[in-house]
């Protein structure tokens, strides 16, 4: 399964809507997708599993939703700090690819 | 809380070994995996594979030829070795606690390791 995220870039203000896109090429069984957050020189941090499940600690700002090969994360409401590079990744066995990312950067 | 940790500078052919540090808990305290995940500028966030405390391997089919993930349970480390590497194995790594098969539910700092010619 390969994983495409658009847009590249999406420019916003804090404030705005956030929506993150990532298809797959084929169908994502047992809503293994996830989406992680990266800043720079920083790790990535787990945002969302199973399609929507938060990670502890992750604000309710941040949701995740879809099925099949289409998925979305949307951050309701830019903060400052969320200004940053977005992955969606299909895991579970044997798997784990990533998408290319998406740069969520200020307007 | 994991730490990576080994050479940052490999030869081409060469073989790669890092060693991650877990601390704050035992690595056999539960039934996570723990595993390795790449960031190259050319192939972005690359999953390399998982180990269990028992010692089960899982493994990205495109890499599992040339590498090896092992276990020290009595010293809380787990270890990569990735052999006969190229200038494509050039890549921050980055081992991680995983809840599951290549979800990375929180991650050491990375270790940036370049492949010289």
């Given at each position: 399964i390969v994983?495409?995220?658009?847009?590249?870039?999406?420019?916003?203000?804090?404030?705005?809507?956030?929506?993150?896109?990532?298809?797959?090429?084929?169908?994502?069984?047992?809503?293994?997708?996830?989406?992680?957050?990266?800043?720079?020189?920083?790790?990535?941090?787990?945002?969302?599993?199973?399609?929507?499940?938060?990670?502890?600690?992750?604000?309710?700002?941040?949701?995740?939703?879809?099925?099949?090969?289409?998925?979305?994360?949307?951050?309701?409401?830019?903060?400052?700090?969320?200004?940053?590079?977005?992955?969606?990744?299909?895991?579970?066995?044997?798997?784990?690819?990533?998408?290319?990312?998406?740069?969520?950067?200020?307007k | 809380h994991?730490?990576?940790?080994?050479?940052?500078?490999?030869?081409?052919?060469?073989?790669?070994?890092?060693?991650?540090?877990?601390?704050?808990?035992?690595?056999?305290?539960?039934?996570?995996?723990?595993?390795?995940?790449?960031?190259?500028?050319?192939?972005?966030?690359?999953?390399?594979?998982?180990?269990?405390?028992?010692?089960?391997?899982?493994?990205?089919?495109?890499?599992?030829?040339?590498?090896?993930?092992?276990?020290?349970?009595?010293?809380?480390?787990?270890?990569?070795?990735?052999?006969?590497?190229?200038?494509?194995?050039?890549?921050?790594?980055?081992?991680?606690?995983?809840?599951?098969?290549?979800?990375?539910?929180?991650?050491?700092?990375?270790?940036?390791?370049?492949?010289?010619?």
């Amino acid at each position: 399964i390969v994983l495409t995220q658009s847009p590249g870039t999406l420019s916003l203000s804090p404030g705005e809507r956030a929506t993150l896109s990532c298809r797959a090429t084929q169908t994502i069984k047992d809503n293994f997708l996830a989406w992680y957050q990266q800043k720079p020189g920083q790790s990535p941090r787990l945002l969302i599993y199973g399609v929507f499940r938060r990670a502890t600690g992750i604000p309710d700002r941040f949701s995740g939703s879809g099925s099949g090969t289409d998925y979305t994360l949307i951050i309701s409401r830019m903060e400052p700090e969320d200004f940053a590079l977005y992955f969606c990744q299909h895991y579970g066995r044997s798997r784990g690819a990533f998408g290319p990312g998406t740069a969520v950067d200020m307007k | 809380h994991l730490q990576e940790s080994g050479p940052t500078l490999v030869k081409s052919s060469e073989t790669l070994s890092l060693t991650c540090t877990v601390s704050g808990g035992s690595i056999s305290g539960s039934n996570l995996y723990w595993g390795w995940i790449r960031q190259s500028p050319g192939k972005g966030l690359q999953w390399i594979g998982d180990i269990q405390a028992s010692g089960t391997t899982y493994y990205n089919p495109y890499l599992m030829s040339r590498v090896m993930i092992s276990v020290d349970t009595s010293k809380n480390l787990f270890f990569l070795k990735m052999v006969s590497v190229t200038a494509a194995d050039t890549a921050i790594y980055f081992c991680a606690n995983m809840s599951q098969i290549a979800l990375a539910a929180d991650w050491g700092r990375g270790i940036l390791v370049t492949v010289s010619s």
